[in-house]
């Protein structure tokens, strides 16, 4: 085992849970807009929760990606093409969440604003889902022969696994996008969000603990096992917290629970970064997929620099709109007087 | 078709797509930059009308390029699963580098911009908007440093069949990048000069067809005021004005510099891969002579029957060479060196599937090639021109009354569009029918090359990516209508439609719209601006 590769493992582990931290969140308040916010105004207060950050977020995906390729080409080359269709879902579901948020509010019309909300709400399902399948995949194993290749079909990724870890992710983002509700705003919305927190976080944190212990049973050792001990621990203090109404804390604790179930998993995982379930001879592991020592140093240089400034000014960002935003805060819906508009004014030519 | 073909028109419609509102983002936001920073250091309305503006247009715009980009990472692995094992090791690194140095600091600070006009002083503000366009300027220089790899490969050595990276400063400093990238930005800043050029002139037009602007008897225009039209005041006019000379400007100072670094670029291509740059010219025999008009069978991937019915002499010498003399070696001569030395058939390797033992087809498709070279320059040097011409005719204060003109000067906005797409065809194709180009020069590493056959997903069926090619496609084209669509609406609304404040309140008069003013008072400012 070497040095190198064992820290972009850790790294791309700390990659993916910024991900599902940052993004989980606003995941989740985007299929917050059906079903939660139950008018226009409230559909634009979850927005403008997250509407400074989103896109900084989503980066945390393609870093994630763009270091796996880096330092795992093999790695990101068997995942990526065997999971062709479902990446391809959540490419199209990315596609339209990120045209709907800066669209929706452009054209003052009903309809359209609904058209834009379907995407915002099924766009986020479709892509925590989707990446909730990738990475339970890569964890429990894909069908990939002797180069890397996926056997069998266009399907043949399928497993129950792809559905846990699908509803996994979609359930977690969906419980941080209330506690980051519950935290942002205020007024009604806020105190709905806490209450649904409280009611529904043990049936939406289920599947993603399901994954965890899964993968214990599969390759778990102790120090893995007890991050999942600790991780429901942080569960239940997050549960705790939110019916006291400590929105913070509660926030932080499912946070906690984030990290330590990201930990049992890859921890659990590891060395292995993507089995072959036709022949564990065929299996990737942090060794024979990882790029050249000269490469990892490379970036961890890099990445030792840029890293820390990436938090700290996402951090600020985070400071800087850390006002709660509540239904008052909502201006009128933007219609103007298109310059050209007026007629009147023009003589015929 | 099978696989290959199909992951190849995939590529090649994304890539293209994306790169339509890529240079628009990097040359329009550093123009806005600009403009926000004549406001914050002049304190004069018409810089704030502009940058809420163009903005505005700006940020319709970035979103599309945010959404595109990411089908671009992915679909390294998605549909190029054996490139990405091959060049993971040297390619990979500015992949993720771009997305942690630069595409965080892209999309982080411009959410404090949008978002932040009243939270953050404005000069703070400003910074914001500035270290989001230089993201942006950095983000292109990552990828073009991996581009560039696959033009030139620099920096590896090959271990167990992989080129592996021994040298990054090499990699980081080719100097096949060192030229592509500011080729790149100053085609990006032609974009944005012809944009801005295009819709102010049809604002400038339109305040003279509604009898806002006149011309006095000295033939200057005399700007009036609509009372009833939301923005159409005396300040408009300067709006415009003053935004049609920024972009004619910009659109020349362009121009030359992409002819400048294009030459360069050129000159280094005739080294690193002649057979794209004779297949530019459609250059069949060695010689010294630029063709400006050649007619035959460009297609038929030989040489025999195409005609150069106009040729110059010396001048594609001095293309390559910088003198008028030196024989520039045509296909039929480069054709054989490549058999040569990279073989005739493709090896009979798993990896090339049917294609294995094939003939090995080196000349690029010269249609293309001849013509994408062809079109780049044109649109670029009309673009020019036109913006020069437009500098003249608006030298009184407003333009001309005609209608055809206007339309002119609105479809003008495409030209340097067409002309980054047709370079990036041209070098793209050009390269085949390699996706990493051998580096032909004596020191360099002569076995690191990759032909375009062998790079494509063995495990993925031709099913998958003709699904996902129909799939975006679909999507992309449906995207493009409502982008566009979102683009007219914004601009016929002209600046109102970008200020709804512009309805409240009198520009001058409001302290909120002085950029000193600091920020407002707290309860004011939760959302400065609101989706």
């Given at each position: ?18 991900y599902?931290?940052l ?10 807009m ?17 509407g ?6 989503e980066?945390?995906l ?14 990101y ?15 199209v ?39 909730g399948?990738a990475?339970?995949?890569?964890t ?49 919305v ?13 049936v939406?944190?289920l599947?993603?603990?399901g ?11 102790a120090?893995?096992i007890a ?29 906690a ?9 890859f ?14 001879a ?5 060794s ?20 820390p400034l ?23 819906a ?16 | ?42 304190g004069?309305?018409?810089?704030l ?10 940020l319709?715009?970035f979103?599309?390029?945010?959404a ?6 992915f679909?390294f ?5 054996e ?24 999309s ?5 911009w ?11 503000h400003l910074a914001?908007?500035?270290i ?18 696959m ?18 400063w ?5 100097n ?36 806002i ?15 009833g ?17 920024i ?5 020349m ?22 057979m ?23 297609g ?5 029957d ?18 008028f ?16 030395k ?7 390797n ?8 094939q003939?090995i087809?080196?000349?690029?498709v ?17 673009a020019?021109l ?36 047709a370079?990036?065809i041209?070098t793209?194709m ?11 020069d ?20 031709a ?20 982008e ?8 016929r ?8 404040e512009?309805?409240?309140a ?15 008072k ?10």
């Amino acid at each position: 085992m070497e040095l190198l590769p064992t820290i972009w493992f850790v790294a791309i582990a700390v990659l993916w849970t910024g991900y599902l931290f940052l993004e989980g969140f606003d995941l989740g308040v985007g299929m917050l807009m059906k079903g939660f916010a139950r008018n226009n105004t409230e559909r634009r207060v979850l927005i403008n929760t997250i509407g400074p950050v989103w896109d900084g977020n989503e980066v945390w995906l393609l870093t994630a990606g763009g270091a796996t390729f880096a330092a795992f080409p093999l790695w990101y080359a068997s995942l990526f093409s065997a999971l062709y269709l479902p990446l391809l879902l959540v490419l199209v579901a990315l596609i339209f969440r990120a045209v709907a948020f800066e669209y929706r509010g452009k054209v003052d019309n009903p309809r359209w604003r609904a058209r834009w909300d379907w995407a915002i709400s099924a766009g986020s399902f479709v892509a925590a889902f989707g990446v909730g399948a990738a990475l339970a995949l890569t964890t429990t194993g894909l069908p990939l022969n002797a180069n890397g290749d996926r056997e069998g079909g266009p399907f043949a990724w399928f497993s129950g696994y792809a559905v846990l870890g699908g509803l996994a992710v979609v359930g977690f983002s969906l419980l941080h996008g209330l506690g980051f509700l519950a935290l942002k705003t205020d007024g009604e919305v806020r105190h709905r969000a806490r209450a649904w927190f409280v009611r529904l976080l043990p049936v939406l944190l289920l599947p993603m603990a399901g994954w965890a212990v899964s993968l214990q049973l599969l390759s778990g050792e102790a120090w893995t096992i007890a991050a999942v001990v600790a991780a429901v621990v942080a569960a239940v203090l997050a549960w705790n917290f939110a019916r006291k109404g400590a929105e913070g804390r509660a926030f932080m604790s499912l946070g906690a629970f984030l990290l330590l179930g990201s930990a049992s998993i890859f921890g659990a995982a590891f060395p292995v970064v993507l089995p072959s379930t036709l022949d564990p001879a065929f299996n990737l592991t942090v060794s024979n997929a990882s790029s050249s020592d000269y490469t990892l140093g490379l970036m961890s240089i890099v990445a030792c620099i840029g890293l820390p400034l990436v938090l700290a000014y996402q951090a600020w960002t985070y400071w800087v709109f850390r006002r709660r935003v509540s239904a008052a805060h909502i201006p009128e819906a933007h219609s103007f007087l298109p310059a050209i508009a007026a007629k009147a004014l023009a003589p015929k030519d | 078709m099978d696989a290959l073909e199909i992951a190849r028109w995939q590529f090649g419609i994304t890539t293209v797509y994306h790169f339509m509102m890529v240079p628009l983002t990097i040359g329009l936001g550093l123009v806005v930059a600009v403009i926000q920073t004549l406001w914050y250091r002049t304190g004069k309305p018409e810089y704030l009308r502009m940058t809420k503006f163009w903005g505005k247009l700006f940020l319709i715009n970035f979103i599309m390029g945010v959404a595109t980009g990411i089908v671009q990472e992915f679909q390294f692995g998605m549909a190029w699963s054996e490139y990405s094992r091959f060049v993971g090791d040297v390619f990979g690194a500015p992949l993720a580098l771009e997305a942690l140095l630069a595409f965080f600091v892209e999309s982080t600070f411009l959410g404090l911009w949008i978002f932040g006009w009243k939270q953050l002083k404005p000069a703070i503000h400003l910074a914001c908007l500035w270290i989001a366009v230089i993201g942006s300027v950095f983000s292109a220089y990552f990828i073009i440093v991996a581009n560039s790899w696959m033009q030139h490969p620099v920096g590896v050595e090959m271990v167990n069949g992989r080129p592996v990276m021994t040298d990054a400063w090499a990699v980081f400093t080719n100097n096949t990048a060192l030229v592509a990238v500011p080729h790149t930005l100053f085609g990006a800043l032609a974009v944005a000069g012809g944009f801005l050029l295009g819709i102010a002139w049809y604002h400038l037009w339109r305040r003279r067809h509604d009898g806002i602007d006149t011309i006095g008897a000295d033939g200057k225009v005399i700007p009036g005021e609509a009372a009833g039209i939301l923005g159409r005041d005396r300040s408009d006019h300067t709006v415009w004005i003053r935004s049609l000379r920024i972009g004619a400007v910009v659109a020349m100072i362009s121009f030359a510099g992409t002819a400048v670094t294009g030459d360069l670029q050129g000159k280094l291509m005739f080294e690193q891969q002649p057979m794209k740059m004779a297949a530019a010219e459609a250059a069949c025999h060695d010689g010294t002579g630029f063709s400006v008009l050649s007619v035959g069978n460009l297609g038929a991937k030989n040489c025999d029957d195409i005609v150069a019915v106009i040729e110059v002499p010396g001048i594609l010498s001095f293309l390559a060479k910088g003198d008028f003399t030196t024989e520039v070696k045509g296909v039929n001569s480069l054709l054989g060196e490549y058999q040569d030395k990279y073989g005739t058939t493709l090896p009979d390797n798993p990896i090339y599937g049917d294609r294995a033992g094939q003939q090995i087809q080196y000349v690029p498709v010269m249609e293309v090639t001849y013509w994408g070279f062809r079109m780049m320059i044109g649109f670029g040097g009309v673009a020019a021109l036109a913006a020069l011409l437009a500098l003249w005719a608006t030298r009184k204060g407003t333009v001309p009354a005609s209608r055809g003109l206007m339309r002119l000067a609105v479809f003008g906005i495409l030209a340097p569009f067409g002309a980054n797409a047709a370079g990036w065809i041209f070098t793209e194709m050009g390269r085949q029918p390699f996706v990493v180009a051998p580096n032909p020069d004596p020191s360099g590493i002569d076995q690191v090359f990759m032909f375009t056959a062998a790079a494509v997903s063995p495990g993925v069926s031709a099913g998958e990516i003709l699904t996902s090619l129909v799939v975006l496609t679909s999507i992309y084209a449906v995207l493009l209508v409502v982008e566009v669509k979102l683009l007219v609406k914004y601009i016929r609304g002209g600046v109102a439609s970008a200020m709804p404040e512009l309805a409240h309140a009198p520009v001058d008069e409001n302290e909120d719209n002085t950029p000193r003013g600091g920020p407002g008072k707290p309860d004011d400012d939760v959302l400065a601006f609101a989706y």
